[in-house]
């Protein structure tokens, strides 16, 4: 079956750098767009960030353009959200999820399969 398993969240100083990881399998990985989303306690899940299938397109809330870039790696099956500059604000679960769509999508309901979630958390 299809799993998505994140990695690399933690505790940060507000201005300070993490790099999330999500490894993908079960899934023909290179022909799924792939997606960002966090959810902070008490809110709806949002949409972070998302890469076409070949990497050649990207879409970024306006809340993380600047700092956060994705980027995959089709022949590790993973993707990546670098994540520079961060805020208090920033801090959430977040999530990797594929999608069979062959655009860039950003609604949460247009994603096929997710992780469980790494913690981001980031002081003040």
């Known amino acids: 079956q299809v799993q998505l398993v994140e990695s690399g969240g933690g505790l940060v100083q507000a201005g300070g750098s993490l790099r999330l990881s999500c490894a993908a399998s079960?899934?023909?990985?290179?022909?799924?767009?792939m997606g960002w989303f966090r959810q902070a306690p008490g809110k709806e899940r949002e949409f972070v960030a998302a890469?076409?299938?070949?990497?050649?397109?990207?879409s970024y809330a306006d809340s993380v353009k600047g700092r956060f870039t994705i980027s995959r790696d089709n022949d590790k099956n993973t993707v990546y959200l670098q994540m520079n500059s961060l805020k208090p604000e920033d801090t959430a679960v977040y999530y990797c999820?594929?999608?069979?769509?062959?655009?860039?999508?950003?609604?949460?309901?247009?994603?096929?399969?997710w992780g469980q979630g790494t913690q981001v958390t980031v002081s003040s």
């Open positions: 890469i076409s299938w070949s990497g050649g397109r990207t």
């Open positions: 999820a594929a999608t069979s769509v062959a655009f860039v999508v950003v609604k949460v309901e247009q994603y096929d399969y």
């Open positions: 079960g899934l023909t990985f290179s022909t799924y767009t």
